[in-house]
């Protein structure tokens, strides 16, 4: 199973808290701005001046403080890095506004005659109505509001009955209503509440698979790092970096299959170094690593062309693989190695012909034929290899091989 993460509370709230604060704060805010503006209207003629003005600063500094509060949570993201806070917050915020209302309800009472009274509650009401309408995400903001306006509202009102008969029937309406705000604001809220945490796994599940497409992707790319160092491991000699048998015989028979399609030469030429024992047995065999290497290196500087390939078969024995050499260029290549070891100066103290390190080279050169196989070519240049050994060394014999 992919996807194991856990969906916690403080991941759902805070979602809750982000549609809330982007989608409701402003609707909350104009919904307490009308209210506040109606009663005032309704009030302009059966208040003094200065009573109503009072109360709509007041009411107003209240609205703007709480549309400011929820603004900073919004653009400093604190209501994902402390969600908890945020939420208790926006519960206390809209507990004061409901308690402003009921304190302005139980103030008018003193002051209004029965209709106005009955207007400015019906004004409270649907305030608050519509304030749990659009709070319904969040559940404490809504009960905040049933239980600071409506149901003291209510309460106030039927306690007073006795003033306005009609107090009761409208006490006994409001705390109807708050039971029902109370079950459809809930039933939303639980429903909002299963679609954020939907939401959220899905995100989830798709953040996983991303994760563990982009580790595929990197492990696919180790793997087959891996397996070129594998093959690298298999077919490079590892000591002068240079391909070994297998990966020479590779090589091989791609270019002996391209020389018998275009008809062109193929030159090959086997080298051993001359009497490397001897050499070994006097310097050591550290020292002989580094004449291999020494040799590597010669092989290389001369194998510029394409295709060209130089080859450690084993041992002190290495083998050249030329690509469209004639018998001119690839005896011209042999006696570039032979000189450019004299530049190399390697003494070798044990041997009998020379106080130098040498090579003995076995060249061969031809156009192959459908017939030609690369075991041929390579028993050509050994057996021109060894002429060059038995006739003294230190020199390249071309082989008269004919396909």
């Not at 000189?339 to 070798?348: L, N």
Request: aromatic residues 8%.
């Amino acid at each position: 199973m992919l996807y194991q993460r856990k969906i916690t509370a403080a991941d759902v709230l805070a979602t809750k808290l982000e549609f809330q604060l982007q989608h409701s704060r402003y609707a909350l805010v104009g919904i307490q701005s009308v209210g506040v503006a109606t009663v005032t209207v309704l009030l302009w003629f059966q208040l003094l001046p200065l009573t109503l003005f009072t109360w709509v600063v007041g009411m107003l500094l209240l609205v703007l403080a709480y549309s400011v509060r929820l603004g900073s949570a919004l653009l400093d993201g604190r209501y994902h890095r402390h969600s908890n806070a945020v939420y208790r917050e926006m519960m206390v915020g809209a507990a004061i506004l409901g308690l402003s209302w009921t304190a302005s309800v139980v103030w008018f009472d003193q002051l209004l005659v029965d209709q106005y009274f009955f207007i400015v509650v019906l004004i409270v009401t649907i305030c608050c109505v519509a304030t749990i309408a659009v709070s319904s995400v969040i559940r404490g903001i809504y009960l905040a509001q049933i239980f600071s306006a409506l149901i003291p509202v209510a309460t106030w009102l039927g306690w007073h009955y006795d003033e306005r008969p009609f107090n009761l029937v409208l006490a006994m309406l409001l705390i109807g209503l708050s039971l029902l705000m109370a079950l459809v604001s809930g039933w939303m809220s639980h429903s909002i509440r299963q679609m954020v945490e939907s939401s959220l796994e899905r995100e989830a599940m798709a953040r996983d698979l991303a994760d563990l497409t982009g580790s595929l992707s990197v492990r696919n790319v180790q793997l087959q790092e891996a397996r070129k160092q594998l093959s690298d491991m298999a077919t490079v000699d590892e000591l002068t970096g240079l391909r070994n048998r297998r990966g020479a015989n590779q090589v091989f028979e791609t270019e002996i299959s391209r020389a018998k399609r275009a008809g062109m030469a193929l030159s090959i030429i086997m080298l051993d170094v001359d009497h490397f024992k001897r050499y070994n047995d006097t310097y050591g065999h550290p020292a002989g690593d580094i004449v291999l290497q020494k040799v590597a290196e010669v092989l290389l500087s001369v194998t510029s062309r394409a295709g060209e390939l130089a080859v450690r078969m084993g041992g002190e024995e290495f083998m050249l693989i030329l690509p469209g050499s004639t018998q001119s260029d690839a005896m011209g290549t042999a006696a570039a190695i032979q000189q450019r070891m004299i530049d190399a100066a390697i003494p070798h103290e044990a041997s009998p012909s020379t106080q130098l390190l040498t090579l003995s080279q076995g060249v061969v050169s031809c156009i192959p034929r459908l017939e030609t196989e690369v075991s041929d070519l390579i028993e050509a240049a050994d057996r021109a290899l060894y002429k060059s050994k038995e006739n003294g060394r230190h020199q390249a014999t071309l082989s008269s091989f004919s396909p």
